[in-house]
């Protein structure tokens, strides 16, 4: 599967951006996909994951701000960010994987072996 996001840019604090995650090739039977995100000088996290009853997690620095959501005819993922702040500032990766034990630890990166190229997010004070 190729998984390609887009949907990043710069905006100031407080403002919204959708990211879009595009997945090619087989889709079915995946348990998992998931937004992950890595500042600089940080290591990668997860932000938000929709297993395949679509069941959401999120962590608890974007609860309430951020929506993971799929459209399934469409093969795509998305996550709806508000009320964006400057500390929201990084690379944003999706990722989806097919094994079971993703829905164990559905933030663990980790756990998940097919990732897209990325689409940086940056928000100003």
């Known amino acids: 599967v190729q998984l390609v996001e887009s949907g990043g840019g710069s905006v100031q604090s407080g403002g919204s951006l959708r990211l879009s995650c595009a997945a090619f090739?087989?889709?079915?039977?995946?348990?998992?996909m998931g937004w992950f995100r890595q500042a600089p000088g940080k290591e990668r996290e997860g932000v938000a994951a929709?297993?395949?009853?679509?069941?959401?997690t999120y962590s608890d620095s974007v609860k309430g701000r951020f929506t993971i959501s799929q459209d399934n005819a469409k093969n795509t993922l998305y996550l709806q960010m508000n009320s964006l702040e400057p500390e929201d500032t990084a690379m944003y990766y999706c990722?989806?994987?097919?094994?079971?034990?993703?829905?164990?630890?559905?933030?663990?990166?980790?756990?998940?072996?097919?990732w897209g190229q990325g689409t940086q997010v940056t928000v100003s004070s």
């Open positions: 990722a989806t994987d097919y094994r079971y034990r993703c829905l164990l630890h559905p933030l663990t990166p980790s756990l998940y072996n097919y």
């Open positions: 090739g087989n889709t079915y039977s995946r348990y998992c």
């Open positions: 929709i297993d395949n009853d679509g069941s959401t």
